[in-house]
């Protein structure tokens, strides 16, 4: 599993399922957490596409001094996501060398998968949520009084219609629509999964031939965050039964984001009254082996 | 084994060992096996690169009707290439089940692997080559007096020594190469595969760069022998140490090479003295499942 919900492989079709620890925090704290400069620890993979979305929000948010960042090995073994990257095996903060710690800590024997990504309450070590649709809509708009000055609105009011109807379709057809066609058992599965992804990116892309984002004039946040390394150790080196010799492909030399796109020429205003956010702070910067 | 000698896969790098079967067929019969018309039969598998070769090689120079030509199931069982897409899964003209049997009737008990492409005297069934880089200079060398009418010189005595130095590093480096990649069992095995490919190709589209082919004005003959179907499904259903689900990927729409290329704006004579074949005979077209 990378993250996203447990998933289940092996002969029939991949299926995701629903988050289990769905708390959200919020402002007026109606779950008992309330939003706490400092408070809360988000422990991610950069492997996982779900949790990317989480540290790509934080990021655009400016709340990189609000919530700290945990970041798992690309690498899990039969424990799940661990934190072997860190000294001593063990997540500084946290305290834990798995994240299946934390999980353990908020309900003993849960019998799900551990996922990323994932918000840990540092003083309990208790996991709070592993939503991770819900981790990112609450970044966005229960934790604005913590975002930096100038951040965007990533969940504006006038466009929540719009913006959910989108996502649906992109949820359904290529988020899990990748996982569909690369986890398949069979020849018929994997035709039907590709058909499907295949034709929502057609779509997506006759909706993109003419505005610069999919809903509206909304925010860029993509590129600086992302870790090749460990996309493709995760994918290429963990699931074995897909491929067996566990190596992982060079390159891409440059990905595609990287080359002018021009898509700017469409206009709209990304930031609406906001800013783009500034660097990527030291300690959370992709490493050189990893970056685009 | 995909064809081309004797391969052996396993955790150690990727080998492939010469042909164990040189006799050749000459117009002088040296080795008893004298150019006739109608006494052999070449048998390919079109998913194998080295057996297409030889395709390509009979089919400009016309020998259509001289060698007989049976296609191989592109999936193997444990006794390898079998006839399985003939009636009762039997070989026309050569009556067997297995390629295998043509081996057996030259040498009792050979212990080396069973690879395409393979020549077979007819009359007595026994194999006479499967040395996959002379049958081809063979063929277009020894087999003159069956050549069409405008067969081009696919080996001019002139350019010999240029073409026999560029095939050597295209054997080695490309051939090889992508073998040495695709079936590496280890991280830098695998690289080490790569960078060489990758290398040698950047060397090659150099020498591409002002000139037509890789050698003099020589011959172009690539696409309508092409079966992407029976090449797919042989390395992504037989190989499963290395794809265990067996599904085969979709695509490609279109191959590039059949999209305009416009190399033929580097001028040259592409068939010398000679002319394009015609159409390939009706009996050997490609279904259109596998035509790009």
């Known amino acids: 599993m990378s993250g996203g919900g447990t998933t289940a ?3 029939k079709s991949f299926q995701r399922s629903k988050a289990h620890f769905t708390d959200r925090i919020t402002a007026d704290g ?23 979305r989480a540290v790509i929000s934080r990021r655009l948010l400016g709340l990189e001094g609000a919530l700290s960042l945990a970041i798992a090995d690309p690498i899990q073994d039969d424990r799940s996501w661990r934190f072997t990257l860190d000294p001593d095996d063990r997540a500084p903060v946290l305290g834990i060398r798995f ?28 996991l709070v949520t592993n939503d991770y649709q819900r981790i990112t809509l609450d970044l966005a708009t229960e934790w604005t009084a913590l975002h930096r000055e100038g951040a965007p ?16 379709d992109v949820y359904e057809d290529v988020n899990n629509g990748v996982y569909r066609a690369g986890f398949a058992t069979g020849q018929d599965e994997y035709e039907g999964a590709c058909a499907r992804l295949f034709r929502r990116l057609e779509l997506l892309a006759q909706r993109l031939a003419g505005q610069r984002y999919l809903v509206g004039d909304q925010t860029p946040g993509f590129g600086d965050t992302v870790d090749f390394d460990h996309i493709k150790r995760h994918y290429y080196q963990v699931h074995s039964s897909i491929n067996p010799t566990g190596i992982v492909p060079l390159g891409p030399d440059l990905p595609g984001w990287l080359t002018p796109h021009h898509r700017q020429e469409l206009g709209g205003r990304p930031f609406g009254d906001g800013t783009p956010p500034g660097p990527v702070p030291e300690a959370e910067q992709v490493p050189a082996r990893g970056r685009p």
């Open 9 to 11: 492989y092996g002969r």
């Open 30 to 52: 109606q779950d008992g957490w309330p939003v706490e400069a400092g408070r809360y620890r988000l422990v991610v993979s950069r492997a996982c596409p779900w949790a990317s």
């Open 99 to 126: 994240l299946g710690e934390a999980y353990d800590r908020r309900e003993t024997d849960y019998p799900g998968g551990v996922s990323v990504p994932a918000i840990v309450d540092v003083p309990s070590g208790r």
């Open 153 to 168: 609105d990533l969940y504006p009011e006038a466009r929540r219609d719009e913006i959910d109807a989108v996502m649906a």
